[in-house]
């Protein structure tokens, strides 16, 4: 959008049930957030979207947490074909990428899951810092910094996504 004016969120307002949780899912992979959110509408502004967001994330459980963690890919090793993926992880250099790697594989191994962060501005030796120092969390704390990561990562793909409606004729 040209103007500075946040965008819109009238188009997924407008969305079909079905298009709406294909749009949804693409922000976040939890069934349980996309849920909460669709069910929300009508939105009059992106903040409300955006807290609705909020809300949504802090009421997910465990296994909701790990449905949305599922859906993405380690630091250093953007989905294959995803641009959102790759776009987000653009900071991180080609020296910094084995770094990370492998320390995503000891993380994964010490907390089940990939190693989450909100990539978006951030530079590869920031992640690895980030990574260096979460990776001797207690699973309680990480939980919790992932749902605070994932937030994040959400109200950054939904201002995205309500952009693009804005742009577009129909989702």
């Given at each position: 959008?040209?103007?500075?004016?946040?965008?819109?969120?009238?188009?997924?307002?407008?969305?079909?049930?079905?298009?709406?949780?294909?749009?949804l899912?693409?922000?976040?992979?939890?069934?349980?957030?996309?849920?909460?959110?669709a069910?929300?509408?009508?939105?009059?502004?992106?903040?409300?979207?955006?807290?609705?967001?909020?809300?949504?994330?802090?009421?997910?459980?465990?296994?909701?947490?790990?449905?949305?963690?599922?859906?993405h890919?380690?630091?250093?090793?953007?989905?294959?074909?995803?641009?959102?993926?790759?776009?987000?992880?653009?900071?991180?250099?080609?020296?910094?990428r084995?770094?990370?790697?492998?320390?995503?594989?000891?993380?994964?191994?010490?907390?089940?899951?990939?190693f989450?962060?909100?990539?978006?501005?951030r530079?590869?030796?920031e992640?690895?810092?980030?990574?260096?120092?979460?990776?001797?969390?207690?699973?309680a704390?990480?939980r919790?910094?992932?749902?605070?990561?994932?937030?994040?990562?959400?109200?950054?793909?939904?201002?995205?996504?309500?952009?693009?409606?804005?742009?577009?004729?129909?989702?």
């Amino acid at each position: 959008m040209t103007s500075s004016a946040p965008p819109d969120p009238s188009r997924l307002n407008e969305a079909p049930r079905p298009v709406l949780a294909g749009l949804l899912r693409e922000v976040c992979t939890s069934t349980a957030w996309g849920t909460a959110v669709a069910g929300g509408r009508p939105y009059g502004r992106l903040a409300e979207l955006l807290a609705a967001s909020d809300a949504a994330m802090a009421a997910l459980t465990a296994a909701d947490l790990d449905e949305a963690m599922a859906g993405h890919p380690p630091i250093g090793r953007p989905a294959p074909g995803d641009p959102t993926s790759a776009r987000e992880q653009s900071g991180v250099r080609d020296q910094e990428r084995a770094e990370l790697l492998r320390l995503n594989l000891a993380y994964q191994g010490a907390h089940g899951h990939v190693f989450l962060i909100c990539a978006t501005g951030r530079t590869g030796a920031e992640m690895l810092a980030a990574l260096k120092e979460r990776i001797g969390n207690d699973a309680a704390t990480e939980r919790e910094i992932v749902r605070a990561e994932l937030g994040k990562i959400n109200r950054i793909r939904l201002t995205a996504l309500a952009e693009r409606l804005a742009r577009e004729e129909a989702p």
